[in-house]
């Protein structure tokens, strides 16, 4: 079974910066692939990154060159840079991994961190 526990989320003004981190436990998670996903309230949870084994990584169009995802393996832990934050950027962020590698079937989810964009 594998466990994810995000942290990192909190309030941040427009225009700040929040880096979320992923940690794993359960398993090594070096050939899965890996997801963050947010959801903000009213709305149907989103893709933001993923990346996998082989560190190829996607973005969601509205974050690109603002988010970055990537991965220490040594650490079983996953990061999302987020720079450039905005408003429409608050929701709560879960991570997720998916053992198939194809950035399809997530298996498994964290509980969330919530991330506040004030104006």
């Known amino acids: 079974q594998v466990q994810l526990v995000e942290s990192g989320g909190g309030l941040v003004q427009a225009g700040g910066s929040l880096r979320l981190s992923c940690a794993a436990s359960?398993?090594?998670?070096?050939?899965?692939?890996m997801g963050w996903f947010r959801q903000a309230p009213g709305k149907e949870r989103e893709f933001v990154a993923g990346?996998?084994?082989?560190?190829?990584?996607y973005y969601k169009d509205s974050v690109k060159g603002r988010f970055t995802i990537s991965r220490d393996n040594a650490k079983n832990t996953v990061y999302l840079q987020m720079n450039s934050l905005k408003p429409d950027d608050t929701a709560v962020y879960y991570c997720?991994?998916?053992?198939?590698?194809?950035?399809?079937?997530?298996?498994?989810w964290g509980q969330g961190t919530q991330v506040t964009v004030s104006s």
């Open positions: 997720a991994a998916d053992s198939s590698a194809t950035m399809i079937r997530y298996d498994y």
């Open positions: 359960g398993r090594t998670l070096s050939n899965y692939a």
């Open positions: 990346i996998g084994g082989g560190r190829n990584t």
